[in-house]
Structure formats: structure tokens, C-alpha cells
Nanobody
Framework: QVRLVESGGGLVQAGGSLRLSCVAS????????MNWYRQAPGKQREFLAS???????NYVNSVKGRFTISRDNAKNTIHLQMNSLKPEDTAVYYC??????????WGQGTQVTVSS
């Protein structure tokens, strides 16, 4: 059974940084594409970034240049480095497994709150 666990969320001031992590178990992580999404209160879940097993990345325009997705296959982990955070980045952040939609698995989410 695949399990994804996010961590690293918290409260940060505008302009600050956070690094989110997502640890995967129960899957062949090294070849799996992984994704980050977020969901703000009252809004639909939004795709942020993806990374293939080979390390190719893709970002939504709203986070390009501020967020960086990376992976450590030895630790079955992906990260989302978030810089220059804005209050509108406040949301629950989720990782998801696989390149197909619907994704094969989702984590439980980690809350990010950016104060102005």
C-alpha cells in the first residue's frame, strides 16, 4: 500500500521561505513521477509542480521562479522549496504520486500560512 506523508508546513511572514517534504513508502519511488498541489480555503485544489523519475520538472506559472521541486530517490522523498512567500500562498499543500490523473495516491497535507 502506497503511503505519502508531507511535512515542513508552518507559519511564516511574507517574503520568507519554507521547505516542504513528502516521504513515500510502498511504491517504486525512483521511477514514479511526483507532484505538489495546494488547496486554499474555499478554492479548488491547484497543481503547482511535478517531477519525473528522471528529474524533469514542470511548474504552474504562478510559482515559477519562487518554488523549486526536487527529489532524493535514496530517501524516497521529494521537496518543495518555497521562497518569497506571499499571503496568497496560504493553503494546505499536498503531494501526489504518478503522472496520470487521477493520481495513484495523495498525502494528508501540510498547512502553510503566510502572514502579511
Amino acid at each position: 500500500q502506497v503511503r505519502l506523508v508531507e511535512s515542513g508546513g508552518g507559519l511564516v511572514q511574507a517574503g520568507g521561505s519554507l521547505r516542504l517534504s513528502c516521504v513515500a513508502s510502498g511504491t517504486i519511488f525512483g521511477i514514479a513521477a511526483m507532484n505538489w498541489y495546494r488547496q486554499a480555503p474555499g478554492k479548488q485544489r491547484e497543481f503547482l509542480a511535478s517531477i519525473t523519475g528522471g528529474g524533469k520538472t514542470n511548474y504552474v506559472n504562478s510559482v515559477k521562479g519562487r518554488f523549486t521541486i526536487s527529489r532524493d530517490n535514496a530517501k524516497n522523498t521529494i521537496h518543495l522549496q518555497m521562497n518569497s512567500l506571499k499571503p496568497e500562498d496560504t493553503a494546505v499543500y499536498y503531494c501526489a504520486l504518478g503522472s496520470n490523473v487521477p493520481h495513484a495516491a495523495w498525502g494528508q497535507g501540510t498547512q502553510v500560512t503566510v502572514s502579511s
